[in-house]
């Protein structure tokens, strides 16, 4: 797999042959399915390749919190606002074993922030879309998680083993959260009203593109696969999880009685799967460079929320250090 060529890949993998000592012998080991360590040496590609990858997948659950926590206050019973409150804490957690991980690659979590902040790092662009409705609370776990799941599942695998360690964790507790809002999504659809079910259809017409997106551009235009994939990074393509979910997901909408919003939605026998149509991949560009309908928001409460926090976190610090101190003092 190392010498595979993907043709629109921005440069050419290197064979074994043209690599130097240290280089053949990390992608040996790649190649042979044992984990790299954080004192391990590595390629400055590949740490370079997995903070941007980790520190975006940490932004992502952290910006991830706040489509939802609009609807705590809002949520229709006792018990829904319990099962939200519990999965925006648990995506709270998620960005913290991420970041952590990433930290383990020579970043610190103030640079990493700070990146976020300044609109250098991105974030997954499907948390740039409005939560109008409480169905789209159970669209999110069932369409968001989903795919973040067909994401994360095979990065149990990372040839990185602190990603691959944090991923474990990250994936049981994603499979709680699909499920709860598969769940939502049920009581709408089968036990609810007419209204109800109308609201449902209403958010899955406005999710299920940018739930596509998610799996990022098609594999023509994705730079970064070929090495992610030699490096063993990435399990798999993007186009090839993209499959994956629709086929796993349109009986999962039949079931729910929700149309999925593309006419050219059909089953092929030839490949065992569906054929959808064309991603509209101007709208995908454009979220991602910052003109979503959120993204403004989502920044500003962000950042708002690191500044409000200083506080705090100057407190913590100087704690520290006069424990430090008194530690020192007493060892003297």
Known sequence: MYAQQIKTDARRLKTLEEMDDQERAFQERVDADIKIEAKDWMPDGYRKTLIRQISQHAHSEIV????????????????????????????????LYLYCAAETLGISR????????????????IFNYPTLTWADVGMIGWLVDGAAIMNQVPLQRCSYG???????????????????????????????????????QD??????WPSLMMFGPPDGESIHSAQSMA????????????????????????????TIPDPDLKWNDAKGGYDFGEIDWDEFHRVLRGDGPCNKQRLDDRVTAWEDGAWYREGLMAHAEK??????????
């Open 323 to 332: 424990k430090a101190a008194r530690r020192a003092a007493a060892a003297a």
């Open 110 to 125: 103030d640079q990493m922030l700070a990146q976020l902040h300044s609109g250098k790092a991105k974030y997954s662009s």
């Open 203 to 208: 958010a899955l017409d406005r999710w299920w």
């Open 162 to 200: 602190p990603y691959s360690r944090a991923m474990i964790r990250v994936c049981k507790e994603e499979s709680f959260h699909q499920r709860q809002g598969y769940d939502a999504l049920i009581t709408l659809c089968h036990k609810g009203t007419a209204a109800q079910k109308a609201m449902a």
């Open 64 to 95: 991830g919190q706040l489509p939802e926590a609009n609807w705590i206050s809002r949520a229709p019973t006792l018990e829904r606002k319990a099962i939200l409150l519990a999965k925006v804490q648990d995506e709270a957690g998620h960005g």
């Open 231 to 258: 490096w063993k990074i990435k399990q798999n393509s993007n186009d090839e999880l993209r499959q994956k979910f629709v086929d796993q997901t349109v009986p999962q909408a039949d079931y729910l009685g929700l």
